[in-house]
């Protein structure tokens, strides 16, 4: 099973560098677009490092549902778990 607090450690961190955010300020229930200004440009950049970290696929199907930083942890672990 994934560990999810390494999965957000990463997430985060990974959301810092692309984005210039300040890593304090993400949190599991930040929403990407209201809180930390993603769009859906962004999300194809964090979609495109998440690969590497996983080291599968990630289809457009397994971010469909994702709006906060909780739902790429679990999104994340998920395929994680799959990949297993």
């Not at 199907?61 to 709006?67: C, G, L, N, P, S």
Request: proline share 2%; net charge negative.
């Amino acid at each position: 099973m994934a560990d999810k607090n390494a999965i957000f450690e990463h997430v985060a961190a990974t959301l810092a560098d692309l984005f210039d955010l300040d890593p304090k300020e993400i949190r599991l229930e930040s929403h990407l677009g209201e809180d930390l200004d993603i769009d859906s440009i962004d999300a194809i950049d964090l979609v495109v490092e998440l690969k590497k970290y996983v080291g599968k696929k990630i289809s457009p199907e397994d971010f469909k549902a994702v709006r906060t930083v909780e739902d790429i942890v679990n999104a994340v672990s998920e395929l994680m778990d799959k990949a297993e």
